[in-house]
């Protein structure tokens, strides 16, 4: 079992900056691969950016040069600047084993609003 807490959701004019941060406690293993993913009204969840223990990343090619996801042990971050309205979403942290799958594990959810 892994618990997630997420944090740092908002709300922001276009162009600003927001931090989210996801703290996780439980099984190491299922802690090996984190991420974030988010969703917005009407659409499918996606993934927005993963990290694994060895610092490999993986980003969504739209946030890439905006986004930046790093890792201090069991927290992730996800910075966020030069936001855009479609980046409006509910922001939820995942954890699993493998960077290349979506993991078991998911956080409560935080919301980003982008107005333009």
């Known amino acids: 079992q892994v618990q997630l807490v997420e944090s740092g959701g908002g709300a922001v004019q276009a162009g600003g900056s927001l931090r989210l941060s996801c703290s996780a406690s439980?099984?190491?293993?299922?802690?090996?691969?984190m991420g974030w993913y988010r969703q917005a009204p009407g659409k499918q969840r996606e993934v927005v950016a993963r990290?694994?223990?060895?610092?490999t990343t993986q980003l969504q090619e739209s946030v890439k040069g905006r986004f930046a996801i790093s890792r201090d042990k069991n927290t992730i971050y996800l910075q966020m600047n030069s936001l855009k309205p479609e980046d409006t979403a509910t922001y939820y942290c995942?954890?699993?084993?493998?960077?290349?799958?979506?993991?078991?594990?998911w956080g409560q959810g935080t919301q980003v609003t982008v107005s333009s």
């Open positions: 995942n954890s699993g084993v493998t960077i290349d799958d979506d993991g078991k594990y």
């Open positions: 439980g099984s190491s293993f299922s802690m090996n691969a």
């Open positions: 990290i694994n223990r060895a610092g």
